[in-house]
């Protein structure tokens, strides 16, 4: 099946720092990636959208300028949480679609866990 | 926005037992979509149901596609250890790059 990997899978840094998540499609093209966020006994939140080659599309109250997103390339994407603080501390997680219809199945990575002291 | 409504939130059964959850929408889906998700990781793809009415088995999962298009059910079936977990339905529209709107989850835990 697909596979979709995400980097790293858990990082720890000081408050101000910026940390950088990556995002590959290994089997398959992604046209499309999805970046979520998810806290503890949580469902998964959507923060944005993002097409290869495109700006992407963030969701109300999330601040763009915190959270970059790059989909420089069919099989990569990559979140950058800017001057990150405690708040930001969360589970962060890609998914990824394929070309075709846009009711293609997402597949997830296995998330990353950021802590930030 | 739309609402989402999974239940029950949690479910404790014993192994062998079926259980049963489901998911409702204030407004309508085009696809109806389960995963489990394990601790730590990220959510796996178990269903996905595409058309109204629509009845799909994946081994001992069996999920239904509300006629209304505005709820979904998931069945496991003679449950074992290895089923311990959360499961997500979610429900995903073709506009807006198809965006995925999940549930709150079911947290299912299985006692031998």
């Known amino acids: 099946g697909a596979v979709v990997s995400q980097h790293p899978s858990w990082v720890i840094c000081k408050s101000g720092t910026s940390v950088k998540i990556e995002c590959r499609s290994l089997d398959f093209q992604a046209t499309t990636m999805f970046w979520y966020r998810q806290f503890p006994k949580q469902s998964l939140m959507l923060m944005a959208t993002?097409?290869?080659?495109?700006?992407?599309?963030?969701e109300q109250g999330v601040e763009k300028d915190k959270f970059l997103i790059n989909h420089a390339s069919l099989t990569l994407s990559t979140l950058t949480v800017t001057s990150a603080h405690p708040e930001d501390s969360s589970f962060y997680i890609c998914s990824a679609r394929g070309r075709g219809r846009l009711n293609q199945p997402q597949h997830f990575g296995d998330g990353t866990r950021l802590s930030i002291l | 926005g739309q609402q989402l409504n999974q239940s029950p939130q949690s479910m404790f059964i014993q192994e062998g037992e079926d259980v049963s959850m489901n998911c409702t929408s204030s407004s309508i889906f085009n696809t109806w979509l389960w995963y489990k998700q394990d601790p730590g990781e990220g959510p796996v793809l178990l269903i996905a149901?595409?058309?109204?009415?629509e009845l799909t088995s994946n081994g001992r999962l069996t999920a239904q596609f509300g006629i209304t298009r505005k709820d979904s059910f998931l069945n496991i079936s003679a449950s074992i250890p290895s089923d311990v977990g959360i499961y997500f339905c979610a429900g995903q529209s073709t506009d807006s790059w198809g965006k995925l709107q999940f549930g709150a989850g079911t947290q299912v835990v299985v006692t031998p």
């Open positions: 993002s097409n290869e080659g495109s700006k992407a599309t963030y």
């Open positions: 149901l595409y058309k109204a009415g």
